[in-house]
């Protein structure tokens, strides 16, 4: 029996507690109704969550190397919710980390075996590269969000700007508008 073959038959238990793992970085009120709220529509942060994961275990239980072209979407859906909360881009990112705790505690007695070792260092490998990957997302979706709002103060300013009269629209030049008196 190959380790991945062992971890698929293992997923629900990996499952929950990397889910259990993610949500206890926010507080306990809205663990709770992140758990126990399962309706797309009414919880879609849960949701998210819920359904990223597991599609985030299928690809990294697949027998190939990761694709970043699957990965990084799945990534990115979970990466962006937790992007814009006021939480540290270490804290935001942690969740790869969560799913090694969660492979090694189902683990805890075939970790030792050798004949696992080099696909638990395979698969740890490959956690690292998601780690990676999100850390690329976590900064894409930052500067997204400063691009944002930067352009909404600028905006901003420049309407104040105009209806103080500071500051007033020049008319485009064209050749034929050049009264003569004025060179």
């Known amino acids: 029996m190959t380790l991945i073959t062992l971890l698929s038959e293992k997923k629900s238990i990996i499952l929950k507690q990397w889910l259990d793992s ?4 926010y507080p306990s009120d809205t663990q709770k109704f992140f758990k126990k709220q399962k309706d797309q529509f009414a919880n879609p942060v849960g949701y998210t969550f819920s359904t990223e994961t597991e599609n985030l275990l299928e690809e990294l239980f697949n027998e190939t190397d990761l694709i970043p072209e699957k990965v990084t979407p799945i990534l990115d859906r979970i990466i962006r919710i937790r992007a814009i909360q006021d939480i540290c881009p270490s804290k935001t990112i942690s969740f790869i980390y969560h799913l090694k705790t969660a492979v090694r505690d189902v683990l805890k007695e075939e970790r030792h075996n050798t004949k696992y070792s080099d696909e638990l260092f395979n698969l740890e490998t490959k956690i690292d590269k998601l780690v ?52």
């Open 22 to 25: 993610i949500l206890e970085t």
């Open 132 to 183: 990676l990957m999100s850390f690329d997302i976590y900064m894409t979706c930052r500067e997204k969000m400063y691009e944002i709002s930067a352009n909404h103060a600028r905006n901003q300013v420049s309407g104040l700007l105009r209806k103080t009269g500071l500051v007033c629209e020049i008319p485009e030049w064209t050749p034929g508008n050049i009264d003569d008196n004025t060179v």
